[in-house]
C-alpha cells in the first residue's frame, strides 16, 4: 500500500513542530510544501516523517524535521534574502530554505550526494532558485557572498571565521558548534557591525569536514 504522505506530512507538522513550539507560519508552510519523501533514499522512504533524522548514505542522515524548521525559524527570512547552506545532503533542507528565501547556494562536500540532491531538487521542480555547489562549505563561498543568511548542518569544532566574514549586516548564521558527538545550536546575529551570540539548543549532528571542520 503507498502510504498517504500527504496526511504523514500534515500529521508532521502538527504533532512534531506545532506542538514543540515552531511558530512561524511560513516555516510551517514550507514543511508542508516539501515532500520529504522525494528526498530520501527509496529503501528508507517509510520513514521519511518519523521523528528522528534519516540515512542517507555516505554516513550522512537528513535532519530530524523538528531541526530543519527550528533551524530554519532561527534565520527569520523574509522571502528576499540569499542564504547559504553548508551541508546539502540530499537537498531537502535546502528545499524547505527556497520557499523561505529569494535565493539558496548549497554547498555540499561529497560529489555524488551533490549530484544527487540536484537530482531531487530538479524532480521536485524546487531548482529554479537554488543552486547546488559541490566544495568545502567550512569556508563558506565566496563567489556568492555577502549572505542574508547562512544555515550550517553539519557539527563544527568552532564556528569558521569565513563564515562570520561572509554574513551581511545584518545577517543570521546557525550553526552547531561542539564536540565530534553532541553540539549546541549557535545563532550569531551581525548587526550594526556588532556580534551577538546565543545557544538555541542541543543538538546532534554529523562531523563538519574540511579545513574549519573535523580533520
Ligand atoms: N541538510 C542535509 C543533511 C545534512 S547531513 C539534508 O537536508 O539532507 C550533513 C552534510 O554535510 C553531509 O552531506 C556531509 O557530506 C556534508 N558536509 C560535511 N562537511 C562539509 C563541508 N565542509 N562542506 C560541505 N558539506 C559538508
Given at each position: 500500500?503507498?502510504?498517504d504522505?500527504?496526511?504523514?506530512?500534515?500529521?508532521?507538522?502538527?504533532?512534531?513542530?506545532r506542538?514543540?513550539g515552531?511558530r512561524?507560519?511560513?516555516?510551517l508552510?514550507?514543511?508542508?510544501?516539501?515532500?520529504?519523501?522525494?528526498?530520501?533514499?527509496?529503501?528508507?522512504?517509510?520513514?521519511?516523517?518519523?521523528?528522528e533524522?534519516?540515512?542517507?548514505g555516505?554516513?550522512q542522515t537528513i535532519?530530524?524535521?523538528?531541526?530543519?524548521?527550528?533551524?530554519?525559524e532561527?534565520?527569520e527570512?523574509t522571502?528576499?534574502?540569499?542564504?547559504?547552506?553548508v551541508g546539502?545532503g540530499?537537498?531537502y533542507?535546502?528545499?524547505v530554505?527556497?520557499?523561505?528565501a529569494a535565493?539558496?547556494?548549497?554547498l555540499e562536500?561529497?560529489?555524488?550526494?551533490?549530484?544527487?540532491?540536484?537530482?531531487?531538487?530538479l524532480?521536485?521542480?524546487r531548482?529554479s532558485?537554488?543552486?547546488?555547489?559541490c566544495?568545502?562549505?567550512?569556508?563558506?563561498?565566496?563567489e556568492g557572498?555577502a549572505y542574508?543568511?547562512i544555515s550550517?548542518?553539519?557539527g563544527a569544532?568552532?564556528?569558521?571565521p569565513a563564515l562570520?566574514?561572509?554574513?551581511?549586516?545584518p545577517g543570521?548564521?546557525?550553526i552547531?558548534?561542539?564536540a565530534r558527538a553532541?553540539?549546541?545550536l549557535?545563532?550569531i546575529?551581525?548587526s550594526?557591525?556588532?556580534?551577538?551570540?546565543?545557544?538555541?539548543?542541543?543538538c546532534?549532528?554529523?562531523p563538519l569536514?574540511?579545513?574549519?571542520?573535523?580533520r
Amino acid at each position: 500500500m503507498i502510504p498517504d504522505w500527504g496526511a504523514e506530512r500534515q500529521h508532521m507538522v502538527d504533532r512534531q513542530l506545532r506542538r514543540r513550539g515552531i511558530r512561524s507560519a511560513r516555516v510551517l508552510n514550507a514543511m508542508l510544501t516539501i515532500p520529504r519523501e522525494e528526498f530520501v533514499p527509496v529503501e528508507s522512504r517509510v520513514c521519511s516523517y518519523r521523528d528522528e533524522p534519516v540515512q542517507i548514505g555516505y554516513g550522512q542522515t537528513i535532519s530530524q524535521p523538528y531541526m530543519i524548521a527550528l533551524m530554519a525559524e532561527l534565520l527569520e527570512l523574509t522571502g528576499t534574502e540569499t542564504v547559504l547552506e553548508v551541508g546539502g545532503g540530499s537537498g531537502y533542507h535546502a528545499a524547505v530554505l527556497g520557499v523561505l528565501a529569494a535565493r539558496v547556494i548549497s554547498l555540499e562536500l561529497i560529489p555524488a550526494l551533490a549530484r544527487q540532491a540536484q537530482q531531487n531538487l530538479l524532480r521536485t521542480g524546487r531548482a529554479s532558485n537554488i543552486q547546488v555547489v559541490c566544495g568545502d562549505g567550512s569556508q563558506g563561498w565566496r563567489e556568492g557572498a555577502a549572505y542574508d543568511g547562512i544555515s550550517v548542518a553539519a557539527g563544527a569544532p568552532a564556528v569558521p571565521p569565513a563564515l562570520v566574514e561572509q554574513l551581511k549586516d545584518p545577517g543570521r548564521l546557525v550553526i552547531p558548534v561542539g564536540a565530534r558527538a553532541d553540539q549546541e545550536l549557535r545563532v550569531i546575529v551581525k548587526s550594526g557591525g556588532r556580534l551577538e551570540e546565543r545557544v538555541a539548543t542541543g543538538c546532534r549532528f554529523v562531523p563538519l569536514r574540511g579545513d574549519g571542520g573535523w580533520r
